[in-house]
């Protein structure tokens, strides 16, 4: 099993993302491969906490086809991180090729009400054998 990982850092809010092929679900031979991604949202420094409001996803192929994704909240769910707080969870993406990437945001409020974009940096999604 191969993980990519990536991590970006805006406001004292950490994006940690990885990413791995998930090869029983997955059917080259029709074009469908599945990839699961954990992603760890963690208020490292921001002194007021922040509740995320709603996520933004590009995802794209190696063909260059992108999807944009965007809704409320994540997994159903719309976390509030004070100081030293994380939520966690686990999604996925389907592609048409054996190699791809994501990259996207979170639009988190504080109490005052100011929106923050987090940024989620850009994270492989690739077979064991694409990675080169």
Same mark, same amino acid.
């Given at each position: 099993?191969?993980e $990519?990982?990536s991590s @970006?850092l $805006?406001e004292?809010? %950490?994006?940690t993302?990885?990413?791995q092929? !998930?090869?029983?679900? +997955?059917?080259?031979a029709?074009?469908r491969?599945?990839f @699961?991604? %954990?992603?760890v949202? #963690?208020? /490292?420094?921001? =002194? /007021?906490?922040? #509740?995320?409001?709603?996520r933004?996803?590009?995802?794209r192929?190696q063909?260059?086809?992108e999807?944009?994704?965007?809704? =409320?909240g994540? !997994?159903? /769910? #719309? =976390? %509030?991180l +004070?100081?030293?707080?994380a939520? /966690?969870?686990t999604?996925?993406?389907?592609?048409? $090729?054996?190699r791809?990437?994501?990259?996207?945001?979170?639009?988190?409020? %504080?109490p005052?009400?100011e929106l923050?974009d987090?940024?989620i @940096?850009?994270?492989?999604?690739a077979m064991? #054998?694409t990675?080169?």
């Amino acid at each position: 099993m191969v993980e $990519t990982e990536s991590s @970006a850092l $805006t406001e004292g809010i %950490r994006v940690t993302v990885q990413s791995q092929y !998930v090869a029983e679900h +997955s059917e080259p031979a029709v074009g469908r491969y599945v990839f @699961a991604y %954990r992603v760890v949202i #963690h208020n /490292e420094s921001s =002194p /007021e906490p922040m #509740h995320l409001e709603t996520r933004h996803w590009i995802i794209r192929d190696q063909m260059g086809h992108e999807e944009e994704v965007r809704g =409320p909240g994540v !997994v159903g /769910e #719309h =976390p %509030r991180l +004070s100081r030293g707080e994380a939520f /966690e969870y686990t999604s996925g993406a389907v592609l048409k $090729t054996p190699r791809g990437e994501m990259r996207g945001s979170y639009q988190m409020r %504080r109490p005052d009400g100011e929106l923050v974009d987090v940024a989620i @940096a850009p994270f492989a999604l690739a077979m064991p #054998h694409t990675l080169n």
